[in-house]
């Protein structure tokens, strides 16, 4: 997704899909007042502007899909009070979905356009008012499965990891700061800060970051490696995925089903999360023989015995009725991943395909690359452990902060050894640049993209 510099006003059913007592239809954009006033809404409120905060009021809705007036309540969050700092209004309505569709659909009619997933949250980190870790934490928050990873991603979204972060980029750019002003005036022999300072300042920072990489490593860097199954029916491409995840052309590949009799493994890092990944025989209703009867068991075993499966579907065929039942199951501890994408899909695949389903080809490396990051954050999230942080973060800052303590490391030396101030800048704005990558002060499409394309709409 882009980040949308355009001034569009956006609209999304920001409730839960299915029946309810409510629902939400959610505007923000420029003309959402507007799109208010011509759905019947009031404006109005006695505060004076910029003190106005949010207000409600009760009305309805007339939609020409319905013969009566529908009731419905206005809640309006002025500019720049609202989340995504923006003029929002909220329509909470009874929570009949063909009534928020023709609702969603009276204010696309009125100024407004559907909002891509995400969208909100997108433009909330755009205006400033969050950073990439706290909109990592909305996502965390609404895939929370249990009570721990709730709170972790409410601390999270109230600034739990922004907040040492923001003083820690502040320190390091106040620290280069002073060091460039006194490149500035090396002739007039001014000391804009001392050596001892600098090295305490760099010392500091180094212990902050120490703190941040501990909060985020707990939980990936059990000291049992999970162990991660390819399962799956014969021939759907399991090992030609294992070879393509491991590097290296370990396990046979044949078009003939039933190749893979004995499981085979190797350690691979996802992400910077190590991982046993094990390649299985195909598991099919019937053995075969014997042998089959063997290799299947083995199988068997090993799925009992992983942290997580990559339950394999070749998207070119039709599932058989063994495989439609397994699709049905949504589990943590799987991932379900859609093989030979590179080929058409056939008829009745697409529909099966699901949000956060893998899907994979050989040939293409960016979903192999997507695939790998799946793996590194569901082990994460499975292995559970003290860490403070939603795995989406820890597995996405892993490198960045690794880098810049290096940085910080050099920078401390290379002060030390007097070495010259120009190289301790250099080392300090490379460890700024990592910093700014993870709250989102640098960013690119392809971050943004793998973040927000993931939530869903109307948030
Ligand atoms: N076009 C295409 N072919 C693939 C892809 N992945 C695997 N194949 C082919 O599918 C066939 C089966 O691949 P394997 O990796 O041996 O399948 P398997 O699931 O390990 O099979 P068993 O060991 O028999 O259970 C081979 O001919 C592969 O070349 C893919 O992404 N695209
Ligand atoms: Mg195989």
């Known amino acids: 997704m882009k980040p949308t510099t355009e001034l569009d006003t956006i609209a999304a059913v920001a409730s839960a899909p299915g029946g309810a007592a409510r629902g939400i ?11 208010l006033a011509s759905l019947g809404g009031s404006t109005e409120t006695s505060l004076p502007t910029g003190l106005r905060g949010a207000s409600a009021s009760a009305g309805s809705l007339v939609l020409p899909e319905f013969c009566a007036p529908v009731p419905c309540d206005f809640f309006v969050w002025p500019c720049p009070r609202s989340y995504t700092r923006e003029p929002t209004v909220e329509l909470h309505l009874p929570g009949s979905p063909p009534i928020l569709e023709a609702a969603l659909t009276a204010a696309c009619r009125n100024g407004a356009r559907p909002a891509k997933p995400g969208e909100f ?17 909305v996502l965390g928050a609404i895939d929370a ?66 703190d941040l990489q501990r909060r985020m490593t707990d939980r990936t860097d059990a000291a049992v490696r999970p162990t991660v199954v390819l399962v799956g029916a014969p021939n759907v491409g399991k090992s030609s995925l294992f070879n393509a995840l491991a590097g290296g052309a370990h396990a046979l590949v044949s078009p003939q089903a039933g190749t893979t009799r004995d499981y085979l493994a190797a350690a691979i890092d996802c992400d910077g999360v190590a991982v046993e990944l ?16 063997a ?6 075993e090993q799925a009992g015995a992983a942290a997580l499966t990559l339950a394999c579907f070749d998207r070119s065929r039709a599932p058989t009725s063994d495989e439609a039942a397994q699709l049905r199951g949504d589990e943590a501890t799987r991932i379900v991943v859609w093989t030979k994408a590179d080929l058409p899909p056939a008829a009745s695949t697409p529909a099966l395909v699901a949000a956060g389903h893998a899907v994979v080809a050989l040939d293409d490396e960016a979903s192999l690359r997507r695939l790998r990051t799946m ?48 190289l301790v800048a250099a080392a300090l704005r490379a460890a700024l640049d990592e910093l700014g990558e993870i709250v989102g002060a640098i960013y690119t499409d392809d971050i943004l993209d793998r973040i927000f394309s993931r939530f869903c709409i109307g948030k």
């Open 25 to 35: 239809i959610r505007i923000s954009g420029p003309r959402a007042l507007e799109c």
């Open 121 to 137: 949250t997108l433009r909330a980190f755009l205006a400033g008012r969050i950073d990439l870790t706290q909109a990592e934490a």
């Open 145 to 210: 499965r249990d009570e721990r990873e709730l709170q972790t991603a409410l601390k999270q979204m109230a600034g739990g990891l922004a907040g040492p972060l923001t003083k820690l980029r502040g320190d390091l750019l106040d620290l280069l700061a002073h060091l460039e002003a006194g490149l500035d005036f090396v002739e007039e022999d001014i000391e804009f800060i001392s050596r001892d300072e600098l090295l305490a300042v760099i010392g500091a920072a180094r212990d902050a970051l120490l």
């Open 278 to 293: 094990v390649d299985t025989a195909g598991l099919a209703p019937t053995a075969l023989d014997a042998i089959d009867a």
């Open 295 to 300: 290799a299947q068991r083995g199988s068997r």
């Open 375 to 422: 793996i590194a954050e569901r082990s994460a999230s499975l292995a559970g452990g003290s860490a403070d942080v939603v795995a989406t973060t820890a597995v996405r800052c892993r490198a960045s902060l690794a880098e810049a303590a290096r940085q910080l490391d050099d920078a401390e030396r290379t002060a030390r050894e007097r070495r010259g101030e120009e």
